[in-house]
């Protein structure tokens, strides 16, 4: 059984950097494609930025230039390193793979950036 579990998250002024982490156990990370998700309070989640197995990443417009999001396939790892952070950017993360899995949605980590 697949298990998810995000960490890295925190609280970070604006302009400030994070790096999310997620682990992944019960599996590799053989997944075409992985992605990090957010939801922030009272709007539904939405897909922050996904990376394929080949390296092809893609991003939310609002993210482009700020987010890397990178996965270590033999350490089965997903990172996103999150810089210039935003207030807008405060939100519970969560990563899953794309299409996401129900049964593989972990507990997130909250990020808030705030002065």
């Known amino acids: 059984q697949v298990q998810l579990v995000e960490s890295g998250g925190g609280l970070v002024q604006p302009g400030g950097s994070l790096r999310l982490s997620c682990a992944a156990s019960?599996?590799?990370?053989?997944?075409?494609?992985m992605g990090w998700f957010r939801q922030a309070p009272g709007k539904r989640r939405e897909l922050v930025a996904r990376?394929?197995?080949?390296?092809?990443?893609l991003y939310l417009d609002s993210v482009e230039g700020r987010f890397t999001i990178s996965r270590d396939n033999a350490k089965k790892m997903l990172y996103l390193q999150m810089n210039s952070l935003r207030p807008d950017d405060t939100a519970v993360y969560y990563c899953?793979?794309?299409?996401?899995?129900?049964?593989?949605w972990g507990q997130g980590t909250q990020v808030t950036v705030s002065s």
């Open positions: 899953n793979t794309i299409p996401p899995e129900e049964g593989y």
């Open positions: 019960g599996a590799g990370l053989n997944f075409n494609y």
């Open positions: 990376a394929n197995k080949y390296g092809l990443t």
